[in-house]
């Protein structure tokens, strides 16, 4: 009997000790998509947590530290017998033996046979295996200000990448992840720069490392240009893409400009220019032009890649092409009545089969709900520099940079995400347009982006602005490294 009391303190005691040793991983915070438009993952700033979960994970495999809590546990509690109802009191008791193996210890005994398995527990269901899964990735590419941007955005139904009218806003390869888990098949596009013929910084040399980069490692390639058959600049990527054997896609984005743009007259100068360029000014001639630079294009679609309140027939048809349905010939018959060119010379459609076989098989790279692998502070920033383009003229936003101080979620009794800022220009001059008169202009530019982060953090948000000198940063190769534009 006493042998017994032992045994169960002990259980009790090591179960007690297993239990306090419960603790949290800590999350990283990545914009998803649930039940809103967009939802953070949840955000764990304990360091304590860490640092204990840091301590405790290492496993103890000489059993030194076991045998050292027991040897404590013998002389504290034990150094005394423990008398029951069935102990004589004049009965001498004979000392214990310290247990040394403690493996057939209900606490830690574990199911070795089939008699051992409760057969009334439910069975695990199995993972999904995704043999039927296609996964891949798409590089979007094309000049400045063709609206690559945009036609992402209107894919993911969200504003991830910051747009403007200004060409050359983007200026990283952004991923964004669409998953249809109806069609089984998650597409990740990569957001690129627009391609420059002549690099002329090493800031845009590493723009376009960023564009070179997406078309090594895409499975599809989608090139983007607009209603007056806007030509890549750099000849380069233009035959790379040509001679590549991935198939690709070529959407001829801004076609609702068509009824506003004024053509010129024949034998004008404007004219016999937009002549020599191969500049175009409808669809069929842009579709056309298209088909001839890319022959073995796999479609040529006709879009307009902007946000509106009804469902976009283009953005659809894009959509069911890249995941393979659910019925690709009627998306495309929603467009209207095809034009000559839209696809190769032996085809009137692309059949489902045909489009499935786009994306190659394989189980998704990322969690269904997440729209991209960047933070909410690399998205904070672009939303910055976006109010940058919008407020500032000529080429004084190109100047900017714009680095992420602190980005603090709001603690307990607070409702506020606070968020400091610094703007980064190349000289003094720069940063008196910036700030403004009175500092009017940083002002004005601090009110637009916290109304830009409020409605994308889906939180009210506290946004402290400065800027700062930081000389020819453009051009400085440390701190392209230390702003991600150069690996």
Same mark, same amino acid.
């Given at each position: 009997?006493?042998?017994?009391?032992?045994?169960?303190?002990?259980?009790?005691?090591?179960?007690s000790?297993?239990?306090?040793?419960?603790?949290?991983?800590?999350?990283?915070?990545?914009?998803?998509?649930?039940?809103? +438009?967009?939802?953070?993952?949840?955000?764990?700033?304990?360091?304590?947590?860490?640092?204990?979960?840091?301590?405790?994970?290492?496993?103890? +495999?000489?059993?030194?530290?076991?045998?050292?809590?027991?040897?404590?546990l013998?002389?504290?509690?034990?150094?005394?017998p423990?008398?029951?109802p069935?102990?004589?009191?004049d009965?001498?008791?004979?000392?214990?033996?310290?247990?040394?193996?403690?493996?057939?210890?209900?606490?830690?005994?574990?199911?070795?046979?089939?008699?051992?398995?409760?057969?009334?527990? /439910?069975?695990?269901?199995?993972?999904?295996?995704?043999?039927?899964?296609?996964?891949g990735f798409?590089?979007?590419?094309?000049?400045?200000?063709?609206?690559?941007?945009?036609?992402?955005?209107?894919i993911l139904?969200?504003?991830?990448?910051?747009?403007?009218?200004?060409?050359?806003?983007?200026?990283h390869?952004?991923?964004?992840?669409?998953?249809?888990?109806?069609?089984?098949?998650?597409?990740?596009?990569?957001?690129t720069?627009?391609?420059?013929?002549?690099?002329?910084?090493?800031?845009?040399?590493?723009?376009?490392?960023?564009?070179?980069?997406?078309?090594?490692?895409?499975?599809?390639?989608?090139?983007?240009?607009?209603?007056?058959?806007?030509?890549?600049p750099?000849?380069a990527?233009?035959?790379?893409?040509?001679?590549?054997?991935?198939p690709?896609?070529?959407?001829?984005?801004?076609?609702?400009?068509?009824?506003?743009?004024?053509?010129?007259?024949?034998?004008?100068?404007?004219?016999m220019?937009?002549e020599?360029?191969g500049? +175009?000014?409808?669809?069929?001639?842009?579709?056309?032009?298209?088909?001839?630079?890319?022959?073995?294009?796999?479609?040529i679609l006709?879009?307009?890649?902007?946000?509106?309140?009804?469902?976009?027939p283009?953005?659809?048809?894009?959509?069911?092409l890249l995941?393979?349905g659910?019925?690709?010939?009627?998306?495309?018959?929603?467009?209207?009545?095809?034009?000559?060119?839209?696809?190769?010379?032996?085809q009137?459609t692309? /059949?489902?089969?045909?489009?499935?076989?786009?994306i190659?098989?394989?189980?998704?790279l990322?969690?269904?709900?997440w729209?991209?692998?960047?933070?909410?502070?690399?998205?904070?920033?672009?939303?910055? %520099?976006?109010?940058l383009?919008?407020?500032?003229g000529?080429?004084?936003?190109y100047?900017?940079?714009?680095?992420?101080?602190?980005?603090?979620?709001?603690?307990?009794?607070?409702?506020?995400?606070?968020?400091?800022?610094?703007?980064?220009?190349e000289?003094?001059?720069q940063?008196?347009?910036?700030?403004?008169?009175?500092?009017?202009?940083?002002?004005?530019?601090?009110?637009?982006? %916290?109304?830009?982060?409020?409605a994308?953090?889906?939180?009210?948000?506290?946004?402290?602005?400065?800027?700062?000198?930081?000389?020819d940063?453009?051009?400085?190769?440390d701190?392209?490294k230390?702003?991600?534009?150069?690996?």
């Amino acid at each position: 009997m006493l042998t017994y009391t032992r045994h169960v303190f002990l259980a009790v005691l090591i179960h007690s000790l297993l239990s306090a040793s419960a603790f949290t991983i800590q999350h990283s915070n990545v914009v998803t998509t649930r039940t809103t +438009t967009i939802l953070h993952a949840k955000r764990n700033t304990n360091e304590e947590a860490t640092r204990s979960l840091t301590n405790h994970a290492k496993p103890n +495999t000489d059993g030194e530290e076991a045998d050292r809590l027991m040897d404590e546990l013998d002389q504290t509690f034990f150094s005394e017998p423990i008398l029951t109802p069935e102990t004589d009191e004049d009965q001498p008791i004979e000392p214990i033996e310290p247990m040394d193996d403690y493996s057939d210890f209900d606490v830690f005994s574990e199911p070795t046979t089939e008699t051992d398995v409760d057969e009334d527990q /439910p069975e695990i269901e199995p993972m999904d295996d995704y043999s039927d899964f296609r996964c891949g990735f798409i590089g979007i590419v094309g000049a400045p200000n063709m609206g690559k941007s945009t036609l992402l955005n209107n894919i993911l139904a969200t504003n991830l990448c910051a747009i403007t009218k200004r060409p050359q806003t983007t200026r990283h390869s952004i991923l964004g992840i669409y998953t249809d888990p109806l069609q089984r098949c998650q597409l990740c596009f990569y957001d690129t720069p627009g391609v420059i013929d002549t690099p002329s910084y090493e800031l845009q040399e590493g723009m376009m490392e960023a564009v070179k980069g997406a078309l090594v490692n895409s499975d599809v390639l989608l090139v983007v240009t607009d209603l007056f058959g806007s030509v890549i600049p750099d000849d380069a990527v233009y035959q790379g893409i040509k001679a590549s054997k991935k198939p690709v896609v070529v959407v001829i984005n801004k076609i609702d400009l068509a009824d506003k743009v004024r053509i010129p007259e024949e034998g004008d100068e404007q004219a016999m220019m937009d002549e020599e360029r191969g500049k +175009t000014y409808s669809v069929e001639e842009a579709v056309q032009k298209w088909r001839m630079l890319l022959p073995e294009a796999v479609a040529i679609l006709p879009l307009a890649a902007k946000h509106t309140q009804e469902l976009n027939p283009g953005i659809e048809a894009l959509k069911a092409l890249l995941t393979g349905g659910p019925d690709v010939p009627l998306s495309f018959r929603n467009l209207g009545r095809p034009i000559d060119g839209m696809f190769p010379d032996t085809q009137h459609t692309i /059949p489902n089969a045909i489009a499935k076989g786009l994306i190659p098989a394989g189980p998704p790279l990322y969690e269904t709900d997440w729209l991209t692998d960047r933070s909410e502070r690399f998205f904070a920033s672009e939303l910055i %520099r976006e109010s940058l383009f919008e407020r500032l003229g000529k080429e004084v936003p190109y100047c900017c940079e714009v680095r992420i101080d602190t980005f603090r979620e709001p603690r307990e009794g607070e409702k506020v995400i606070k968020i400091a800022a610094s703007v980064l220009v190349e000289r003094d001059s720069q940063k008196g347009i910036l700030v403004g008169k009175g500092g009017s202009k940083i002002k004005q530019i601090g009110v637009d982006s %916290r109304i830009k982060l409020e409605a994308f953090l889906e939180h009210r948000v506290h946004l402290d602005l400065s800027v700062k000198v930081e000389k020819d940063w453009r051009r400085n190769t440390d701190k392209l490294k230390e702003y991600g534009y150069l690996k």
